[in-house]
């Protein structure tokens, strides 16, 4: 019996490793000869670089001084290829938030500038094509900050230069692109989600609120995000807002296909294609794929790893299942492309024991799925 295991992390309780090897353990409980192949990815959003890298051992870790999304100090990282001229850059690594206290969030602002010092530095090293997984991120931005620390200038209709922050992008009366051309270097953005910029799906109103926005500043922010999309895309002549994927990190996707004509790709296919989870699915020899996440729900949907997982197996005809600690109640699993769906909260609903007990529950639940897989 060959499964192959794509996990995602269980967040603030397991990594992506941890699940895999839970999961392995409950294989082989079934199935003591049974031939495991882990796969551990990212859907673009935390990991991206470390995914990236183990597949890639060629690329070179580069280290370089810049700030976290609130301004402060920190040590930023992204890869290289110096032959391929490639460089390839996690917003959530110093834009994200999982750097920054839970209880202070101010996404009002929170920038993606030391993202754009990250990618400033490369630029200096020559480097031509630049891919930036998406995910995570503390901000709402639109990418204004990667912008700014690239040269782009806000001014507002006195011509003074304005602060970065949501509530001035009303302000904002024109912009001052760099005198370099960026758009002729080649830009991917790797998305973790479909969501499109503005409305009840779009960026702020879906994500906000995990970011620290309160139900009264959703409107104003919305609004400043509005018009500062409309500038962006009369100065590319390029319209974006509507397209899956440019509600991406607070829109960060937004403002890098507009302003730089990037080119958008989901995540989870991006990185299944890179790591060879495609080729061996092609080969006929896996009998099932294993998947999971901390909670699956209605976001899983939109670009998540269990969704992109789904789609690769369902299209080799592979029967695919996933192990989460959560599953939405009302939630229509199958709808997702899976063929089995089980949580580790229906062995006990407590869920200060599943916390502290979640590999042992992972793998009890593995040997279930297994048998719901072959069944099927």
Not at 337 to 361: C, F, K, Q, T
């Amino acid at each position: 019996m060959h499964i192959a295991v794509v996990p995602d992390k269980y967040k603030g309780c397991l990594t992506a490793e941890e699940v895999g090897e839970a999961i392995i353990s409950g294989v082989r409980d079934y199935d003591p000869m049974a031939s495991c192949h882990p796969f551990y990815i990212s859907d673009g959003g935390d990991g991206f670089l470390d995914a990236i890298q183990r597949y890639r051992p060629e690329l070179r870790r580069i280290s370089v001084p810049t700030v976290n999304a609130m301004g402060q100090s920190i040590t930023g990282t992204y890869l290289v290829n110096q032959v391929e001229r490639t460089a390839y850059f996690e917003l959530a690594s110093a834009s994200g938030l999982a750097s920054l206290n839970p209880n202070r969030l101010d996404v009002v602002n929170a920038s993606t500038y030391g993202t754009g010092l990250e990618i400033a530095h490369a630029l200096k090293q020559g480097v031509e094509n630049i891919i930036i997984g998406l995910g995570g991120s503390a901000t709402n931005d639109l990418g204004q900050g990667i912008a700014r620390a690239l040269g782009y200038r806000l001014f507002n209709e006195e011509g003074e230069e304005l602060k970065p922050g949501l509530l001035s992008l009303k302000q904002v009366h024109h912009i001052k692109s760099p005198q370099t051309s960026l758009e002729k270097l080649n830009w991917t953005v790797i998305n973790d989600v479909d969501n499109p910029l503005l409305g009840p799906e779009g960026a702020t109103r879906v994500y906000g609120p995990q970011k620290g926005v309160t139900p009264e500043l959703i409107d104003p922010i919305e609004k400043g995000i509005a018009h500062l999309a409309t500038l962006f895309e009369e100065l590319s002549e390029k319209e974006v807002r509507d397209i899956p994927g440019s509600g991406a990190a607070g829109g960060t996707a937004f403002g890098l296909m507009s302003l730089f004509k990037a080119d958008s790709v989901q995540g989870s296919p991006f990185l299944l294609e890179l790591t060879g989870f495609s080729n061996l699915l092609s080969s006929g020899e896996i009998d099932a794929v294993i998947t999971g996440e901390g909670k699956m729900d209605t976001q899983t949907a939109y670009g998540k790893l269990i969704a992109g997982v789904a789609k690769v197996s369902g299209e080799y005809e592979v029967p695919v299942g996933a192990i989460c600690g959560m599953i939405q109640e009302d939630l229509d699993w199958e709808q997702l492309g899976l063929n089995a769906a089980l949580s580790i909260s229906e062995l006990n609903p407590d869920p200060r024991y599943s916390y502290h007990h979640a590999a042992d529950l992972i793998r009890q639940q593995t040997k279930l799925l297994i048998e719901q897989l072959l069944d099927n």
